[in-house]
C-alpha cells in the first residue's frame, strides 16, 4: 500500500552492503532523506523505496549504460568510455564494474515495475556549472557544513542543513538538483543519446 508519494529523487548509488546508498527525494516542495543500512542491500532497499512512494522520475549517480563499441559497434570504438565519460572526465564505466551492472539493472527493474523514468546525473559537474567551490568537495567531512550553507543560498526547494550527515547526503541532495534541472527542461547533456547521456 503506498502510504504517501514523492515526485522527483536524487540517488548517491553505494556499495550494495556498506550503508552509504542515499535518496534525496522531494515531498511537499521540501527535501526528504533516506539511507540504505550496513550489511543490507542497497538495491532492495532501492525498489521498497520506490514501491511505496512512487516518484516519477530518479536521478542515479551511476553509470546506466556501457561505451557503444559493447553494444552498438562501428563507428565506436573505445572499450573504457563512453564519450560522456570523456566529456566530464568520468570514471570508467568498464572501472566501476559490478556497480555499473547494479545501476543497469535497477533502471530495468524500476522502468518495468513502477514505469518510473531514470536518468543518469553526475554531482561532481553539477558544483563546477554552479562555480561553486570544488576544491574542498568530497575532501574533509568538516568541510560538508561550509558548502551546504552556500547551497541552501541557491537550492530550489527547502531543507535542513543538519540532514545532510555526509558527503552522500550532499551528493544525493545534488543529483535530486540536476533530476529537477532536467523536469523544468534547463538542464545540461553531455554524449550522445544513441550510447547514453549524463545530465547535469
Known sequence: MIVQSATLAGI???????????????????????????????????????ENLRPTLIGIDAPLSLPGVYQLG????DYHFREADRLLKAMSPMFLGG????????????????????????PAQLIITLQ????YYKKKHSE????????????PF????????????LDAL?????????????????GNQEEGVIIV
Not at 560538508?144 to 537550492?155: G, H, T
Open 158 to 169: 527547502s531543507f535542513s542543513a543538519e540532514s545532510v550527515l555526509t558527503w552522500h547526503h
Open 12 to 50: 548517491d548509488f553505494g556499495s550494495q552492503l556498506a550503508g552509504t546508498t542515499v535518496i534525496a527525494f522531494l515531498q511537499n516542495q521540501a527535501v526528504c532523506f533516506a539511507q540504505s543500512s550496513k550489511k543490507k542491500s542497497a538495491d532492495t532497499f532501492i525498489l521498497d523505496w520506490v
Open 74 to 77: 562501428n563507428p565506436y570504438e
Open 99 to 122: 556497480l555499473t551492472a547494479r545501476a543497469m539493472q535497477l533502471k530495468t527493474q524500476l522502468s518495468k515495475q513502477f514505469s518510473t523514468q531514470i536518468i543518469e546525473v553526475y
Open 144 to 155: 560538508i557544513a561550509p558548502m551546504v550553507a552556500q547551497l541552501q543560498e541557491l537550492y
Open 174 to 190: 545534488l543529483a535530486l538538483w540536476s533530476t529537477w534541472r532536467y523536469q523544468q527542461g534547463n538542464s545540461l547533456c553531455f
Open 132 to 135: 561553486l567551490p570544488a576544491t
